[in-house]
T-cell receptor, first 113, second 111 residues
Framework: DAGVIQSPRHEVTEMGQEVTLRCKPI?????LFWYRQTMMRGLELLIY????????DSGMPEDRFSAKMPNASFSTLKIQPSEPRDSAVYFC???????????FGDGTRLSIL | GESVGLHLPTLSVQEGDNSIINCAYS??????FIWYKQESGKGPQFIID?????DKRQGQRVTVLLNKTVKHLSLQIAATQPGDSAVYFC??????????FGAGTTVTVRA
């Protein structure tokens, strides 16, 4: 079975540029999560979607971050404008429903110069 | 706030020996716990989970033990192999969608 698929795997761009990260969850999973992982802060939940609807975006750092889920098989996380402090590994995860195991993609390693 | 923590940040184990990774949690309302394994350059991989109505659960070469009295969770890996080298995270859930992750324990397997 295909797992969670993220693209790109690596992104290097200059500050001020727009960055779009993409995620394809596991088919049939109703819950989708975006996380950010850094050495200093570990894994942080950014936003949670259930049935394509954003339920909790309290973890989104600021207005420069936005996320969409136009359908059950696709989600994007956008940063505009990007800043060096946004450099991190961004993970997408999906689960069949709440309170069930979340399955993670292999992440996008983002470097903002 | 309450959080999940790990007793040791690193663990070195001889190949073939058993490994025990410990995790303490402080939220008595947590009712679901998960262990993840994260290899370099990859995302956290689900290993095994346990709900609060159980004390023990076994998988392939892994066993999770839950002691609700002292709020302690452990992951036991039998016959540790080089491929088991990774960072291991415990995570707790309070019945909703949020997972609280521990800081992680780095396991290194010695040949």
């Amino acid at each position: 079975d295909a797992g969670v698929i993220q693209s790109p795997r690596h992104e290097v761009t200059e500050m001020g540029q727009e960055v779009t990260l993409r995620c394809k969850p596991i088919s049939g999973h109703n819950s989708l999560f975006w996380y950010r992982q850094t050495m200093m802060r570990g894994l942080e939940l950014l936003i949670y979607f259930n049935n394509n609807v954003p339920i909790d975006d309290s973890g989104m750092p600021e207005d420069r971050f936005s996320a969409k889920m136009p359908n059950a098989s696709f989600s994007t996380l956008k940063i505009q404008p990007s800043e060096p402090r946004d450099s991190a590994v961004y993970f997408c995860a999906s689960s069949p429903s709440e309170n069930q195991p979340q399955h993670f993609g292999d992440g996008t390693r983002l470097s903002i110069l | 706030g309450e959080s999940v923590g790990l007793h040791l940040p690193t663990l070195s184990v001889q190949e073939g020996d058993n490994s025990i990774i410990n995790c303490a949690y402080s939220n008595s309302a947590s009712d679901y716990f998960i262990w993840y394994k994260q290899e370099s350059g990859k995302g956290p991989q689900f290993i095994i989970d346990i709900r609060s109505n159980m004390d023990k659960r076994q998988g392939q070469r892994v066993t999770v033990l839950l002691n609700k009295t002292v709020k302690h969770l452990s992951l036991q890996i039998a016959a540790t192999q080089p491929g088991d080298s990774a960072v291991y995270f415990c995570a707790e859930n309070k019945g909703d969608y949020k997972l609280s992750f521990g800081a992680g324990t780095t396991v290194t397997v010695r040949a």
